[in-house]
Nanobody
Framework: QVQLVESGGGLVQAGASLRLSCAAS????????MGWFRQAPGKEREFVAA???????YYADSVKGRFTISRDNAKNTVYLQMNSLKPEDTAVYSC???????????????????WGQGTQVTVSS
């Protein structure tokens, strides 16, 4: 089994930065495609960013240029650096993982079998 634990959420003002972390259990972290998704109240879950096992990164248009996803395989951790936060970024952010997610599918949550519990990010105006 793979367990994912997110951390780093919080309440910040618009324009601030936060860095989310997602620590994964297991010895095969380097083989995972890792994704970040978010869900705001009353809205559907949406893709934020993903990083392949080879280090290729993918972003939703809404966060491109502001968010950066990275991974540290030695620490079994994926990060989401969020800069220039906006009130519309407010959501529960969850990380997801799976062994084989095609590049065309990284934005599809149903392609990931492992999910964390999520961490709340609230951006005030």
């Amino acid at each position: 089994q793979v367990q994912l634990v997110e951390s780093g959420g919080g309440l910040v003002q618009a324009g601030a930065s936060l860095r989310l972390s997602c620590a994964a259990s297991g010895r095969t972290f380097s083989s995972f495609t890792m994704g970040w998704f978010r869900q705001a109240p009353g809205k559907e879950r949406e893709f934020v960013a993903a990083i392949s096992r080879n280090g290729y990164s993918y972003y939703a248009d809404s966060v491109k240029g502001r968010f950066t996803i990275s991974r540290d395989n030695a620490k079994n951790t994926v990060y989401l650096q969020m800069n220039s936060l906006k009130p519309e970024d407010t959501a529960v952010y969850s990380c997801a993982a799976d062994y084989s997610v095609l590049s065309r599918d990284v934005a599809r949550g149903n392609k990931y079998n492992y999910w964390g519990q999520g961490t709340q990010v609230t951006v005030s105006s």
